[in-house]
T-cell receptor, first 116, second 114 residues
Framework: GAGVSQSPRYKVAKRGQDVALRCDPI?????LFWYQQALGQGPEFLTY????????KSGLPSDRFFAERPEGSVSTLKIQRTQQEDSAVYLC??????????????FGPGTRLLVL | AQSVTQPDIHITVSEGASLELRCNYS??????LFWYVQSPGQGLQLLLK??????LVQGIKGFEAEFKRSQSSFNLRKPSVHWSDAAEYFC????????????FGAGTQVVVTP
């Protein structure tokens, strides 16, 4: 079946612009994660949803970052007033996990954001 | 602090030679551990995972990993590498009481020479 998809794959933004990154998880996956991967680094956790509930947003680097998953499926990561330090690959992952269980996370191809 | 460490930033290996990538973890109890591979422009693909039980884990593409509690390690191995194994490899972990927030190492870049 289809995997996790993300759009756009590449985004160039001018400093100060707002951007929205979309993630379509695998159908039926309850949990959805966003990670940020800076150049030459491993991914860093940003936020986690279980269905439409955002259960952990401890990794969001500032209040300019906002994520939502209103219907428990597609998720959008929004970055307001982008800064150059926001340049990174943003990875989305989904899993079947429900509370108390751990399931494998499947990753999308990522959105590469470049802020000029 | 809970973490995963990959000591080797870059490894060069000849095609057909064996490969071992190191991963050390720091958790209070045995965590869930994973190895992912990332090719240029691609997302992370799961190679294998350790939850419990047999400490030698078999994965896809001929990879295996061994969990060693005494050394807090989860090293990845392949007996004979192929040119297509050139990629970046990430070790990741999460506490067993976690809902799934993965912590990744910094990655090891593998270059395969003819």
């Amino acid at each position: 079946g289809a995997g996790v998809s993300q759009s756009p794959r590449y985004k160039v933004a001018k400093r100060g612009q707002d951007v929205a990154l979309r993630c379509d998880p695998i159908s039926g996956h309850v949990s959805l994660f966003w990670y940020q991967q800076a150049l030459g680094q491993g991914p860093e956790f940003l936020t986690y949803f279980q269905n439409e509930a955002q259960l952990d947003k401890s990794g969001l680097p500032s209040d300019r970052f906002f994520a939502e998953r209103p219907e428990g499926s597609v998720s959008t990561l929004k970055i307001q007033r982008t800064q150059q330090e926001d340049s990174a690959v943003y990875l989305c992952a989904s899993s079947l996990a429900r509370t108390g269980f751990f399931e494998t996370q499947y990753f999308g191809p990522g959105t590469r954001l470049l802020v000029l | 602090a809970q973490s995963v460490t990959q000591p080797d930033i870059h490894i060069t290996v000849s095609e057909g030679a064996s490969l071992e990538l190191r991963c050390n973890y720091s958790y209070g109890a045995t965590p869930y551990l994973f190895w992912y591979v990332q090719s240029p422009g691609q997302g992370l693909q799961l190679l294998l995972k350790y939850f419990s039980g047999d400490t030698l884990v078999q994965g896809i593409k001929g990879f295996e990993a061994e969990f060693k509690r005494s050394q807090s390690s989860f090293n990845l191995r392949k007996p004979s590498v192929h040119w297509s194994d050139a990629a970046e490899y990430f070790c990741a972990g999460t506490p067993t009481d976690s809902w799934g927030k993965l912590q990744f190492g910094a990655g090891t870049q593998v270059v395969v020479t003819p």
